[in-house]
């Protein structure tokens, strides 16, 4: 993953159409490179999880053009390469396993791995809310076994949402507006020859979580039908 890092590096400190097209054969490479480990990455996922079996690498990675249309930031690119395993796909809204390659730069986020559900749509975010109130206990549970993660609180209400009692022990989970763990990763986790190993590792531990949440994500489905 050498290659990788050092590509999306150069790329953040070069980032324009000029540079990109004189280096768009590394680029290309890169992305082989890339996609290779992903395609890897599912079948050994889909090994421990079976909901995330038959997913192909496009099912689950992204474009590097950046949509630029609404942003101040007119940069082409993007500075990162990011794989979203999830049931059915990266748009489908349930929870998943996130690899995230972004070198330190302006962003905040850097290499991780993500598990859980992201910016849920109104009616799953509620379905979520309604799980950690009926089963809390069993999120706490599997929270410890995903043992390295941590909880993402950055995005949360000011107060309990409304139909929602204040006052459990679960007020802070019930201001979230998604429900995420992380695990920053630094390049000599990325560079290791065992990394499919040790990321299958790591992502094993978040699967009771997103067990939970993808309950709570396919009864909001099955109601909205």
């Known amino acids: 993953m050498r290659e990788v890092l050092d590509f999306m590096r150069e790329l953040s400190a070069n980032n324009n159409k000029t540079w990109f097209y ?3 054969e590394r680029y290309t490479r890169v992305r082989k490179r890339f996609n290779g480990f992903v395609e890897e990455l599912i079948d050994g996922l889909a090994a421990i ?30 500075g990162w390469l990011g794989a979203f395993i999830a049931p059915h796909g990266k748009s489908s809204g349930y929870g998943g396993y996130y690899f995230h390659i972004e070198p330190e730069g302006d962003s905040k986020w850097h290499n991780q791995l993500v598990a859980g559900v992201y ?18 206990a069993e999120i706490a549970q599997a929270l410890r076994e995903a043992e390295g993660f941590t909880l993402y609180e950055g995005n949360k209400l000011k107060r309990t949402p409304k139909g929602f009692p204040a006052g459990t022990e679960y007020d802070e989970w019930l201001k979230l507006k998604e429900f995420w763990i992380t695990r920053p990763v630094d390049e000599q986790f990325l560079t290791d020859r065992n990394l ?20 709570a994500v396919k009864y909001a489905y099955d109601e909205m039908m």
């Open 22 to 24: 004189a280096n768009r």
């Open 49 to 78: 999880d079976p909901s995330v079996e038959g997913l192909r690498v496009q099912d689950c990675t992204y474009r590097i053009n950046r949509d630029t249309r609404f942003s101040p930031d007119k940069s082409p690119y993007k």
């Open 119 to 136: 910016m849920p749509e109104g009616p799953v975010l509620r379905s979520l809310r309604e799980e950690i109130l009926d089963n809390g």
């Open 196 to 215: 499919l190993r040790n990321t299958i590792r790591e992502f094993g531990k978040t699967k009771h979580l997103l067990e939970i949440l993808n309950r």
